[in-house]
């Protein structure tokens, strides 16, 4: 079973331009997450898809982030403009949707690493 | 709001040998789930060990096992029979059990393991 692609895996931009990372979920996999991860924390959640719609983007900054996950299946992450502390890993992450609310484990990518200049 | 604590920065063990981090988390939840994360310098994140609050039955996952004290709000990860393998950035992370499907993580222990 393929895992979570993610792309590009590296990004070198200056402050104030634009970028976007790709993620494709494992097969199957209705919920999606973006992740943030800066030098020596934790992965943070910015926002969390289940099919196409939006169920918490309580963390993602809004007036710089936004994301999209048209069809349900493909998504993006967009930064615009991009500020230095925005330099961090980016994850995609994505699980199974089951009856009964349990919690199912959530599958990582290999992450986009961004360096804003 | 959870918070996930982890106190070790950094540990060191050698081959075949036994290694515990340690975490703690803050909640007033009784319904939720606790994981360990292994992140290689890779950087793919890899799910070690999930654990049930309403499981009074420890996890064990192969070399990897937790002490979870649900009353101390603690959750620790105990790795027997440490591996060259193992060498990487551990995450303890929280779920609630209702509502979004959020990870709370901790901040991470880097652990080294040498021959």
């Known amino acids: 079973e393929a895992g979570v692609a993610q792309s590009p895996r590296y990004k070198i931009i200056e402050k104030r331009q634009s970028v976007a990372f790709w993620c494709n979920p494992i097969?199957?996999?209705?919920?999606l997450y973006w992740y943030q991860q800066i030098l020596g924390q934790g992965p943070k959640l910015l926002i969390q898809f289940q099919n196409n719609g939006v169920v918490d983007d309580s963390q993602l900054p809004k007036d710089r982030f936004s994301a999209e996950r048209l069809k349900g299946v493909d998504s993006t992450l967009k930064i615009q403009p991009a500020k230095l502390e925005d330099s961090a890993v980016y994850l995609c992450?994505?699980?199974?949707?089951?009856?009964?609310?349990?919690?199912?484990?959530?599958?990582f990518g290999p992450g986009t690493r961004l360096l804003v200049l | 709001a959870q918070t996930v604590t982890q106190s070790q920065p950094e540990m060191s063990v050698q081959e075949a040998e036994t290694v515990t981090l340690s975490c703690t988390y803050d909640?007033?939840?009784?319904?939720?789930?606790l994981f360990w994360y292994k992140q290689p310098p890779s950087r793919q994140m890899i799910l070690v060990i999930r654990?049930?609050?309403?499981?009074?039955q420890n996890a064990t996952e192969n070399r990897f096992s937790v002490n979870f004290q649900k009353a101390a709000k603690s959750f620790s990860l105990k790795i027997s029979d440490s591996q060259l393998g193992d060498t990487a950035m551990y995450f303890c992370?929280?779920?609630?059990?209702?509502?979004?499907?959020?990870?709370?993580f901790g901040t991470g222990t880097r652990l080294l393991v040498s021959p």
């Open positions: 097969s199957g996999h209705a919920t």
């Open positions: 992450a994505s699980s199974l949707v089951l009856a009964g609310g349990r919690k199912e484990t959530q599958y």
């Open positions: 909640t007033s939840e009784n319904n939720y789930y």
């Open positions: 654990q049930e609050a309403y499981k009074q």
């Open positions: 992370a929280f779920m609630k059990g209702t509502g979004f499907q959020k990870l709370v």
